[in-house]
T-cell receptor
Framework: LAKTTQPISMDSYEGQEVNITCSHN???????ITWYQQFPSQGPRFIIQ???TKVTNEVASLFIPADRKSSTLSLPRVSLSDTAVYYC??????????FGKGTMLLVSP | KAGVTQTPRYLIKTRGQQVTLSCSPI?????VSWYQQTPGQGLQFLFE???????NKGNFPGRFSGRQFSNSRSEMNVSTLELGDSALYLC????????????????FGPGTRLTVT
C-alpha cells in the first residue's frame, strides 16, 4: 500500500485559500488519490478524488502533477467550519483505505 | 436514503468483559469496514466484510472479531477488554455501483464511543 505523508497541522484565517500537500512517492499506476475530512467525534467524510491533473467540485480542488508523487488539496476561502482533520489516501477499487494521522487545519477568525 | 447507523453510540465496560457493536450499512451497500480511532494511533483499519466474507484484516489481536449477516449488517466483537481498547469505533460502508474506477467512496457512521474502566 502506498504510504502518504502530510503536514501534521496548518493554521489559516477565515476567507483565505488553504493548500494542503500530500506526498505519495510509491503510488501505483491504478491508484487514485482521495481526500476525507473529519470533524471531532464524527466519521470521516469524502471530499474529493482524482487520478491526474486537476479535479474540482463544489467544496475543493485537487491538483495532481504529472508524476503523481504528490497532490494538493485546495480549499478556497475557508471558514471557521472548515476546522477539521484532512486525510489523504491512495488506493483503487476495493483496496483497503489506510488513514494516516492527517492534517489538523485550524481556521481562526 | 438513510446513512450508516451504529449502535450503541456510547458504551462503558469493565476490563475483562466483552462487547458487541453493531453497524447497519447504507441500503444496497455490501461492503462494511470497521476502524478504531484513538488520539495516539489515529484511525486504524480493523477489518472489512463483503457479502458475509472477511476480505481484509488489519493488524489487531484475535480478541477483535467481526461478522456480516446476509442483510449486510455487521457486528464487531471485542473479548477480554483492556484499558487500551477505549476508543471510537467507526463503521463504514461502500459500493462500487456508484463509483468510477477509483477507490469506492466510504460512508462512515457516527461511531460508538467505548470506554473501558
Amino acid at each position: 500500500l502506498a504510504k502518504t505523508t502530510q503536514p501534521i497541522s496548518m493554521d489559516s484565517y477565515e476567507g483565505q485559500e488553504v493548500n494542503i500537500t500530500c506526498s505519495h512517492n510509491n503510488i501505483a499506476t491504478n491508484d487514485y488519490i482521495t481526500w476525507y475530512q473529519q470533524f471531532p467525534s464524527q466519521g470521516p467524510r469524502f471530499i474529493i478524488q482524482g487520478y491526474k491533473t486537476k479535479v474540482t467540485n463544489e467544496v475543493a480542488s485537487l491538483f495532481i502533477p504529472a508524476d503523481r508523487k504528490s497532490s494538493t488539496l485546495s480549499l478556497p476561502r475557508v471558514s471557521l467550519s472548515d476546522t477539521a482533520v484532512y486525510y489523504c489516501l491512495v488506493g483503487s477499487g476495493y483496496s483497503t483505505l489506510t488513514f494516516g494521522k492527517g492534517t489538523m487545519l485550524l481556521v481562526s477568525p | 436514503k438513510a446513512g450508516v447507523t451504529q449502535t450503541p453510540r456510547y458504551l462503558i465496560k469493565t476490563r475483562g468483559q466483552q462487547v458487541t457493536l453493531s453497524c447497519s450499512p447504507i441500503s444496497g451497500h455490501r461492503s462494511v469496514s470497521w476502524y478504531q480511532q484513538t488520539p495516539g494511533q489515529g484511525l486504524q483499519f480493523l477489518f472489512e466484510y463483503f457479502s458475509e466474507t472477511q476480505r481484509n484484516k488489519g493488524n489487531f489481536p484475535g480478541r477483535f472479531s467481526g461478522r456480516q449477516f446476509s442483510n449486510s449488517r455487521s457486528e464487531m466483537n471485542v473479548s477480554t477488554l483492556e484499558l487500551g481498547d477505549s476508543a471510537l469505533y467507526l463503521c463504514a460502508s461502500r459500493t462500487k455501483e456508484l463509483a468510477g474506477e477509483g477507490p469506492y467512496e466510504q460512508y462512515f457512521g457516527p461511531g460508538t464511543r467505548l470506554t473501558v474502566t
